[in-house]
């Protein structure tokens, strides 16, 4: 358990949870061998790792099983065309064309920078951006990184002005880009 603080509030005095200075991923903490993907892992990808289990085709660890070795976009059936955006929606603001690419639309999909698995683009399907919960696909170090990176290459504008009012259409951008990765992005905590 963590070490209690006492503070004062306007309401009194409350006890609350002393809070690390930093975000430490579970293999930071404790020795992790496989990792199974996803928020929360879809039951056909905890069936196939089941059955590697039994049969005893494991990989060597540390490993990710169920999941797939491509991104979520690679999977996405969606139309994709050109990609370019003058707005950033959350999905309560535009009901997105079914058939079109929902980073096309101006949708925040972190499917480029996603590790395919979950079931063929699920959160797509149901026309809802992919949130990122399968983690990076293979050789992306950052996610997080992989997803501005993508989100950046849709910006339509080379005026700075215009780029900085595209980007603050973006609503809680670490966030969105590091909801599932801060612990292993490559930003740090500052030296104090």
């Known amino acids: 358990m963590l070490p209690q603080v006492r503070t ?11 809070f690390y200075d930093t975000v430490l991923a579970l293999d930071d903490v404790v020795p992790v061998e496989y990792y199974v993907p996803g928020c929360p ?16 085709n494991l990989p060597k660890p540390p490993a990710i099983v169920g999941a797939g ?3 979520c976009c690679d ?3 969606r139309k994709k065309g050109e990609k370019k955006v003058k707005r ?18 101006g949708f925040l999909c972190a499917g480029p920078a996603t590790r ?20 990076p696909p293979p050789g992306v170090v950052d996610q997080g990184a992989k997803f501005l990176s993508a989100v950046a290459s849709v910006i339509d504008s080379n005026d700075p002005d ?12 670490a966030g969105t880009f590091y909801r599932f990765s801060l612990s292993k992005s490559l930003l740090r905590r500052a030296k104090v």
Not at 8 to 13: L, S
Not at 88 to 105: D, H, I, N, T
Not at 162 to 173: F, N
């Open 8 to 18: 004062q509030v306007p309401e009194g005095e409350i006890e609350i949870p002393e």
């Open 69 to 71: 070795d491509k991104t």
């Open 41 to 56: 892992p879809q039951p056909h990808q905890i069936w196939n790792v089941i059955q590697a289990i039994v049969a005893g």
């Open 116 to 135: 395919s698995g979950c079931g063929n683009a699920l959160c797509v399907k149901a026309n809802m951006p992919c949130r990122g919960c399968y983690g």
């Open 162 to 173: 215009e780029i900085a009012q595209i980007v603050g259409t973006i609503s809680d951008p």
């Open 88 to 105: 950033f929606y959350r999905p309560f603001e535009k009901v997105p064309e079914p058939e079109v690419c929902l980073l096309e639309q």
């Open 75 to 77: 999977e996405c059936e």
